[in-house]
């Protein structure tokens, strides 16, 4: 069959796919843009695509021999769900394997916003470090204090893991509430969200992108935050209002705050980048060597069932396909 991956991928596991398919492949370490994207899935039965790439209904409609449509990332909100699923397409996504890189650069933002990594770097290669002195380039320490963890899921639990090493007070907030047995064994406490934004020396977001979870991080809520309070956001952009993160940092409404993804990526809300209490990394979040062979190897999998006429592994709508093929 003909498939169109928009990515650069290890060749290793291109070579699988090619082995039982016709392959089109994106090798620019860049998104395919637009106009070429909508071209290049015409005609396709298969699709291996990445977080970047929009497949709407007018994608899905240039495309209407497509049996299966593969994402490149935990993260789903670019692709059309319920188009795909009254199209009869199943979708796949890559969860499980990027848990430990993705908790690694959490608490990396944490000691780096809160130790102030980044600016002291600037600092020392500017020549601006001459002696050291006892108040000078003051932070804040991260052992014994309270983390805040919003979202408790497999990333939240592995932070919370890492957390323990620092004896951190752990508070947390979920949709759903943890069985009393599984706190105990976490060492983890429920509170509601308000609580936990008043009580937290560190907030970390580790929630999806959805409805409900838009701009769950606007003026309101770090209003509620301590003064001395770092907001980490290694989740999805949009669950920040991010002008009113710029200026809760201007004001010193919050202390500061370590972001690896943004609202309008790649780009940054005016005046963020300009500020030194704020750490920015590029969405680095998953980017070790082995995590993104694992996804690149999970994501052709998924590929290959859902071309083979299987249930992929990490089905996002195959039940929802099949409730709606019984019902017709």
């Not at 059309?80 to 908790?103: E, R, Y």
């Not at 004896?167 to 969200?193: G, I, T």
């Not at 995590?291 to 039940?319: F, S, V, Y």
Request: proline residues 5%.
């Amino acid at each position: 069959m003909k498939v169109l991956i928009t990515c650069n991928l290890p060749k290793e596991v291109i070579g699988t796919i090619k082995k039982q398919h016709h392959v089109q492949i994106n090798d620019e370490d860049q998104p395919m843009e637009r106009k070429r994207l909508l071209q290049g899935v015409k005609g396709k039965e298969g699709l291996l695509c990445t977080i970047t790439d929009q497949i709407d209904i007018e994608l899905l409609d240039k495309a209407p021999h497509l049996r299966m449509i593969a994402n490149y990332g935990v993260g789903f909100n670019n692709i059309d769900l319920k188009a795909a699923t009254v199209k009869g397409i199943p979708v796949s996504n890559t969860p499980g394997v990027l848990t430990d890189a993705t908790a690694d650069i959490t608490f990396a933002l944490i000691l780096a916003t809160a130790r102030r990594v980044v600016e002291g770097d600037k600092r020392n290669r500017k020549g601006e470090f001459q002696s050291w002195a006892p108040l000078d380039f003051l932070g804040r320490e991260v052992s014994g204090k309270t983390l805040g963890i919003i979202g408790l899921g497999r990333i939240g639990k592995a932070v919370v893991r890492r957390a323990r090493g620092f004896e951190m007070r752990l508070l947390y907030h979920n949709r759903h509430r943890l069985e009393p047995s599984e706190e105990k064994q976490l060492a983890v406490q429920y509170v509601d969200l308000k609580r936990l934004l008043i009580e937290a020396d560190f907030v970390s977001l580790h929630v999806p992108l959805t409805d409900q979870t838009h701009h769950l991080i606007g003026p309101h809520e770090l209003e509620l935050m301590k003064p001395s309070a770092t907001l980490i956001n290694a989740s999805r952009g949009p669950v920040v209002d991010e002008k009113a993160l710029v200026k809760a940092l201007k004001t010193g409404q919050i202390a500061g705050a370590g972001l690896d993804v943004y609202e309008d990526e790649p780009n940054l809300a005016p005046g963020l980048a300009d500020l030194d209490n704020v750490t920015l990394l590029p969405h680095v979040g998953s980017a070790t060597l082995e995590t993104r062979t694992k996804m690149a190897q999970l994501a052709a999998d998924n590929l290959l069932a859902g071309l083979r006429g299987e249930i992929p592994p990490n089905c996002l709508n195959c039940d929802e396909i099949s409730h709606r093929s019984k019902s017709v």
